[in-house]
């Protein structure tokens, strides 16, 4: 059946996919995603090392253990008989050079502006060298692992083995640990490698269970998820219709109309460009949007083409709507771990926002078989293949203060795409700037990198003429109110726009102009407040 779904937490594809379309470079162009947050703890320090005296010839990855593997939270030694899948990665040959030539291309003001290479080019000149590779496959098959795959551009050996083999390869025990009240895995103190591959390991991924948290419990297969509606009454164009409800006192952002109106039921994509001023001309034909999202809805051609009949869209075609899973991902029994069937309204925002937007573009959707360490591959698969100009990301981690294992080896695949022209957009979050969580201000991760388009999130009033009647920063509050005498009290913030100044990446050089110490997020912003947000259509 037919969903109002109004969850947008940034809107998808408006800005970046349409201002690519009329020539502006991708790398510095604006879209959003909707935002999925994959937790991970604030590394405040390191876990013990691995004694140095016992292994003389190696080299402990400092702050490779998150924090949450301590003392405090262990409740046993991890089951030696236990499935381990993880991905070494190794950084590119001539980081700095790949780093120069991204800049190059991305930069207008350089001579080799919009001089892209391609994938094979990139590979040639950077990509770790077989040798390279497999000297790293050979130490983990010695170890007794399972090579399971590497990719085209070398970029990482993906292997799996037992507990066992990991506890003996990497030079520490691992340990289960409640957090959160979630059962988790993880090495209890840093890992460490041998001495000769320090040169060629950026970062090992998937050895601990840190993603895994905050996901409703559901059992038996995954149904649809739950959409996301609007209590009535509902207008179909802001200030349609209008309560008797007073500002709260403060309240300045809006004056007109004079009482608080009543909140849209969701905005559609004729209302959108009207607002901003999108003519009908660009319709993203001969562009490729590559979504990035975990797990994959089993009804989503047939939702987008409802949605689509719906708002007198023209319906997509499988090979316009290209799926790229792996085998057995659409019968996903949900959990509490991963929740499948939440992953499922994220694709079918992305996928029809995009198409929304874009009627005649052609979109890859991408589905990582788990929301835990795999969406890195994913993304490394899209900009290897070079399988769109344009990718948008529904996830996002919700601190940049991560183990430089998670951050190096993804910065390394958004320099490629960069070299590459394809342009790669993160949501800047929906947790403002993230005190609620740590109790201080935090950019997200990715959107702090300098090699991607942080977008933040506002709230859009359309008019009844397609028009934007107002467009304010996206903050959403709680709010008590009396009836009777209508005021209405603020109880707390609920959610809103992520942003920022990085704490761990240096002003990049197009943001010269800013007083940021930083780089500084977002870089643009557009629609993303729910309340005012894309109606959906989500079985």
Same mark, same amino acid.
């Given at each position: ?63 490779s253990a998150p924090a949450w593997a301590n003392a405090k939270n262990y409740t046993g030694a991890a089951d030696p008989n236990g499935a381990v899948g993880f991905r070494v990665y190794l950084g590119w040959k001539d980081a700095s050079g790949a780093e120069a030539l991204a ?66 390869? @990497? ?56 959409? @996301? ?79 689509s009949t719906n708002r007198g869209l023209p319906t997509m075609s499988p090979s316009q709507l290209v799926q790229v899973v792996p085998p057995g991902i659409y019968k996903r029994p949900n959990n509490k771990s991963q929740d499948p069937s939440g992953w499922y309204g994220e ?92 109790? @201080? ?94 109606l959906v259509g989500q079985t």
């Amino acid at each position: 059946m037919q969903r109002n779904q109004l969850r947008i937490t940034t809107l998808l594809a408006l800005l970046s996919l349409l201002s690519g379309l009329i020539g502006a470079p991708a790398t510095v162009m604006a879209q959003a995603a909707s935002q999925s947050h994959i937790y991970l703890p604030l590394i405040t320090g390191s876990a013990p090392a691995v004694d140095a005296a016992a292994q003389p010839a190696r080299t402990t990855l400092r702050g490779s253990a998150p924090a949450w593997a301590n003392a405090k939270n262990y409740t046993g030694a991890a089951d030696p008989n236990g499935a381990v899948g993880f991905r070494v990665y190794l950084g590119w040959k001539d980081a700095s050079g790949a780093e120069a030539l991204a800049r190059a291309v991305s930069d207008p003001k350089s001579a080799s502006y919009k001089q892209y290479v391609t994938a094979a080019q990139f590979r040639q000149k950077f990509a770790p060298s077989q040798a390279d590779v497999n000297v790293v496959q050979s130490w983990l098959k010695n170890q007794g692992f399972n090579i399971v795959y590497t990719p085209m551009n070398n970029h990482y050996i993906a292997a799996e083995g037992t507990v066992a083999q990991a506890q003996t390869t @990497f030079g520490v025990q691992f340990g289960l640990y409640s957090v959160r009240g979630n059962a988790v895995r993880s090495p209890s103190g840093d890992v460490s490698i041998p001495a000769s591959l320090t040169t060629l390991a950026t970062g090992i991924l998937g050895l601990d269970d840190s993603a895994l948290f905050t996901e409703p419990d559901h059992i038996k297969d995954a149904p649809p998820s739950a959409g @996301f509606r609007n209590a009535p009454p509902l207008s179909t164009y802001w200030a349609q219709f209008v309560s008797s409800y007073p500002y709260p006192t403060g309240f300045k952002d809006v004056s007109n109309p004079a009482t608080v109106p009543w909140t849209v039921k969701g905005y559609t994509p004729d209302q959108i460009k009207g607002a901003y001023g999108i003519s009908s001309q660009y319709d993203g034909a001969g562009q490729t949007v590559a979504i990035i999202d975990a797990y994959a809805s089993p009804t989503i051609l047939a939702d987008v083409n409802q949605w689509s009949t719906n708002r007198g869209l023209p319906t997509m075609s499988p090979s316009q709507l290209v799926q790229v899973v792996p085998p057995g991902i659409y019968k996903r029994p949900n959990n509490k771990s991963q929740d499948p069937s939440g992953w499922y309204g994220e694709e079918t925002l992305d996928v029809e926002a995009v198409h929304g937007m874009a009627p005649a573009a052609k979109i890859v959707y991408v589905g990582a078989p788990n929301n835990y360490q795999d969406l890195d591959a994913a993304m490394n698969h899209v900009v290897d293949r070079q399988l769109a100009q344009i990718v948008t990301n529904s996830y996002g981690f919700s601190t940049e203060l991560l183990p430089p294992g998670y951050i190096k080896p993804f910065e390394d695949t958004l320099i490629q795409a960069a070299a590459e022209g394809i342009g790669v957009y993160f949501s800047s979050g929906d947790d403002g700037d993230a005190t609620i969580d740590f109790g @201080f201000a935090t950019t997200q991760w990715p959107a702090s990198s300098p090699w991607v388009t942080a977008v933040g999130g506002t709230s859009l009033g359309v008019g009844a003429a397609n028009n934007r009647v107002l467009e304010t920063g996206w903050g959403t509050s709680n709010y008590n109110c009396d009836t009777t005498a209508s005021p209405c009290t603020r109880t707390g913030w609920l959610y809103g726009a992520g942003g920022g100044v990085s704490q761990i990446f240096a002003k990049p050089w197009y943001q010269s102009g800013l007083s940021a110490t930083g780089r500084a997020v977002p870089d643009v912003a557009a629609l993303g407040d729910p309340q005012t947000g894309l109606l959906v259509g989500q079985t």
